[in-house]
C-alpha cells in the first residue's frame, strides 16, 4: 500500500474513530476529490532544523548531516516544533549509534521544561536499545515502544499496564532492532488517544484524557541517535477544550 492509499484508509479510521466517540462522520464531511485527503509532509525536511525550535539542548546538540538529523545526546533535554498539533500520524525512522542507546519522542508536549526537569509535561513515545536489558540490568520490555505519561501529566490510561510501573503501557510484542539498525514507528495520535507500530505492526497504545494537542519534541538523552525521517499526516481536530491544549510558547 504506497502512501496517499495509507492516507485514505486513516482518514476513514479516523472517521469510525470519531463515530464511536460520539464525535459522528456527518462532522467530518466527505472529500470531494483525491487532493483533499490528508497527505504526509516532512516535519525533518532533511536539510536543516527549519520548523524545530530549540528548549534545553545547545547549538551543537542536534545537526542534519548526509540528510539525517543526528544528536549528540548531550545535554540532556529536548527541541519542540514551533507549531502544535492535535491529531496527527507520526512516521519516524531512528537508530541508536551506542550500546544501550536512550531517546525518543515527546507528543502533545509542553514546550518548556517541567520546573526543575529536563523534560516537558506530555506523552512520551520510548526508544531504546534492546541492549540497554542487560547493561542496567533491567527487563527488555523497556526498550520496545513503551508509552507514557511525563513531568506531572496524570489520569492516563494505558492499553498494557505495565506490572512495575503501571502508568506505562507496555509492547504486546518485542519488535525494536539493536543499535545500527533502523527502525521505523507509526504513531497515530487521536483525540487524547496514542498507538503505537514498531516495525510493521501495531503493539501499543495509551489515552489521555488530559491531554490532547501540544508540541512534538524529539528528546536528546544521553546517547547518539540518528533520525532519517519524521514525517506528519495532520488529520482534522476534535472536541477539544482549553484545559487540553499545552500552554503555547512565543
Known amino acids: 500500500m504506497d502512501r496517499r492509499e495509507f492516507a485514505k ?16 462522520l456527518s462532522k467530518l464531511g466527505k472529500p470531494k476529490g483525491k487532493d483533499e485527503f490528508p497527505e504526509f509532509k516532512r516535519l525533518f525536511n532533511g536539510k536543516d532544523l ?89 527487563t527488555e520490555d523497556y526498550a520496545h515502544g513503551q508509552l507514557f505519561p511525563v513531568m506531572g501529566l496524570e489520569g492516563t490510561i494505558p492499553d ?14 518485542r519488535r525494536v532492532k539493536g543499535r545500527g539498525q533502523w527502525n521505523r514507528y507509526i504513531v497515530v495520535c487521536v483525540d487524547g488517544t496514542i498507538k503505537l507500530a514498531v516495525n510493521g505492526k501495531f503493539v501499543n497504545g495509551i489515552r489521555s484524557p488530559k491531554r490532547k494537542k501540544g508540541y512534538i519534541c524529539p528528546e536528546s538523552e544521553g546517547y547518539e541517535v540518528h533520525f532519517r525521517r519524521i514525517d506528519i499526516m495532520e488529520l482534522p481536530g476534535g472536541v477539544i477544550t482549553p484545559d487540553q491544549i499545552a500552554p503555547l510558547v512565543s
Open 160 to 173: 498494557n499496564p505495565f506490572e512495575i510501573s503501571p502508568s506505562r503501557s507496555n509492547p504486546l510484542e
Open 50 to 138: 527549519s520548523g524545530f525550535v530549540d528548549v534545553n539542548t545547545s547549538e551543537d546538540t542536534w545537526w542534519v548531516e548526509d540528510g539525517l538529523l543526528k544528536c549528540t545526546g548531550e545535554p540532556i533535554g529536548v527541541m519542540r516544533t514551533e507549531k502544535q498539533y492535535e491529531n496527527f500520524i507520526l512516521d519516524i525512522e531512528w537508530m541508536h549509534l551506542e550500546p544501550g542507546g536512550n531517546s525518543g519522542v515527546f507528543v502533545w508536549a509542553d514546550g518548556t521544561p517541567y520546573q526543575a526537569r529536563p523534560f516537558p509535561t506530555g506523552m512520551e513515545v520510548q526508544m531504546l536499545d534492546p541492549e540497554i536489558a542487560e547493561l542496567r540490568n533491567i
Open 9 to 24: 484508509h486513516t482518514l476513514m479510521a479516523t472517521a469510525m474513530f470519531s463515530a464511536t466517540s460520539g464525535t459522528g
